[in-house]
């Protein structure tokens, strides 16, 4: 039909159509936008309430492949957001739980395996596009400082595209970026401050991950509640003495007679290398029965788990892998982490 043809009655119609579905498409942006708005600024209101410390896994995997995202855990505490490493998907997984992404005060990276910093660079960037307008320090042992002027440099095409874009009041140059603070934790074992702001204190202290070194796990502690949280480490006597009387120690775990079946597996499939790799990575992880252990003697409130290796689904799984071995030699409360899991913890 040509549009001479068209009858200026139906011309009426078609205009009226359309007119209706732009103002319906108006309304239903303004809504979505408005939602949206409200459920950032209520999630925001609720994990920066200093009533209680909030802990959220902002993912639980390591570099095998899961559907987790890499290794990451956030405390809000005392309205400060503390994020300890930030492996691959962290940075997305913030903003799709609506966590406080540009109210960041730093991070606090374990060690350099990538599982534990690849998105530091996106969570450096994301924080500053979506409105930081404070410094963020990256807090670390030996080596923080050359990762972070990595990522930073990486960015440096990004930062200024955004600024010159944005403009200077929208993305003010002075707050792009992070800065690296290295700290050096004694090699007894003892902890050091290395954080401390408005009655919240972060202590580094060494684990064992060898060959891997440093690395290192934290412990903050805010009006009598503590949390342990130990980035990688097979069995250590450091995280023991560092994790006494916790209220919450977060670690990694690997159920290693599990992974060795993989390693005999990989065998037996004429696959060397990843037997080896599987064979290797039992050297530095902590076994289901060491962290039972160890949480027992160490008297630990509540064990949670992170980092899982095998990544496992379902309860008969996990039971039979995290649950019932832990279970057999720790009498505390045991929370087998997923991503997204939250956490509180009333103050007094
Ligand atoms: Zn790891
Ligand atoms: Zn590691």
Redesign the pocket.
């Given at each position: 039909m040509k549009l001479s043809q068209i009858h200026p009655l139906q011309y009426s119609i078609l205009f009226s159509l359309l007119f209706t579905l732009s103002c319906s498409w108006d309304r239903f942006v303004l809504s979505r936008v408005n939602e949206s708005t409200t459920v950032k600024a209520e999630a925001a209101k609720e994990l920066l309430n200093k009533d209680k410390i909030t802990i959220v896994l902002t993912g639980t995997g390591?570099?095998l492949p899961s559907e987790s995202i890499q290794?990451s855990t956030a405390i809000f505490v005392n309205g400060q957001f503390l994020l300890f490493d930030s492996g691959d998907g962290v940075a997305m997984a913030m903003e799709k739980l609506n966590l406080p992404v540009a109210e960041i005060n730093a991070v606090f990276i374990t060690h350099f395996?990538s599982?534990?910093f690849a998105d530091l660079g996106e969570v450096i960037d994301r924080s500053w596009l979506l409105g930081r307008q404070k410094p963020l320090t990256v807090y670390g042992p030996k080596g923080t400082t050359d990762l972070v002027n990595g990522f930073l440099k990486s960015y440096q095409s990004e930062y200024y595209y955004r600024t010159k874009h944005h403009g200077e009041v929208v993305m003010p140059s002075q707050w792009k970026g992070a800065k690296p603070n290295e700290f050096y934790p004694k090699s007894d074992g003892s902890s050091k401050i290395i954080y401390e702001k408005d009655g919240v204190v972060v202590r580094g202290f060494f684990v064992n991950h060898e060959p891997v070194e440093p690395a290192v796990g934290y412990r903050v502690e805010f009006k009598g509640k503590s949390i342990v949280i130990s980035g990688?480490t097979a069995d250590s006597k450091f995280l023991k003495k560092q994790s006494f009387g916790v209220d919450y120690l977060i670690s990694?775990v690997m159920n290693k007679s599990m992974i060795a079946k993989v390693e005999k597996a990989y065998e037996s499939i004429a696959n060397p290398r990843l037997g080896k790799i599987m064979k290797d990575i039992q050297l530095y992880h902590i076994d289901v029965t060491e962290l039972g252990n160890l949480a027992e003697s160490a008297k630990v409130k509540t064990l949670v788990l992170t980092?899982m290796i095998p990544f496992v689904k379902g309860y008969v799984q996990t039971k039979a892998i995290y649950k019932d071995p832990i279970q057999k030699v720790f009498h505390g409360d045991l929370i087998i982490g997923h991503d997204g899991k939250r956490i509180e913890i009333p103050l007094p």
């Open positions: 390591s570099p290794n395996h599982d534990h990688d990694e980092h």
